[in-house]
């Protein structure tokens, strides 16, 4: 990403931006914790459909590419006590089954022990996110060969990142973030002509 003379400025930038990007520790830019669970989770009584939080699984992270807007299980009171509800939006990391996938929830959200948290962040969340996504194959480095790697909180609050000022960390976030929806608009098209496809195939070799 940057020259091999190991000044901090990326090949490719927004024209108006010429300082230096500043290598900094996760751990220094937010409050990095850990979900929370109830026990056992199969308790019935931790959930509630009548609930106004919802309870992040995996299974919604992969469904929604990480930006969830919604949550078909909701946590009961007695649930809310035993995890950690975020109200407004937040920046989250998957530390379990899909390791290393960035999350932001855009629901009121109760977060298990299967995530962390990025509480009173410095950076942009937009930026941030997507060099997290950016970064997720290596994380793999701290991982044994054929083994499932295990992140941790501490192990995420020393990685290094190299990043810039707020205005341009915002303009990189817009940019990507509207890069992602224009694949996701292309992909609702080609699911729709695929299945147009196999209506007309259907209905024309009978």
Known sequence: MFPQ?????????FANFKNEWEQRKLG??????????????????????????????ITDVTEQDGRIYHLEQHISKLGQAKTRVLIEP??????????????VNYVKTGVHDGFLIFLSPTFEREFMFQWLEMFRPKWQKYGQPGSQVNLNSELVRNQEIVLPNHKE?????????????????????????????KVLLQKMFI
Do not use: C, M
Not at 5 to 13: G, I, L, Q, S, Y
Not at 28 to 56: C, H, M, Y
């Open 169 to 197: 960390q915002q303009k990189i976030g817009v940019f990507l973030k509207q890069i992602d929806k224009a694949i996701i608009l292309h992909k609702s098209k080609l699911d729709k002509l695929i299945s147009l496809k």
């Open 28 to 57: 220094s830019l937010a409050t990095i914790v850990r979900g929370a669970s109830p026990r056992p989770i199969q308790d019935p009584k931790w959930f509630d459909n009548e609930s106004d939080i919802g309870w992040l699984r």
């Open 5 to 13: 003379n190991d000044e901090k400025v990326p090949r490719v930038r």
């Open 90 to 103: 937040h920046l989250l990391l998957s530390i379990a089954a899909t390791v290393g996938k960035p999350v």
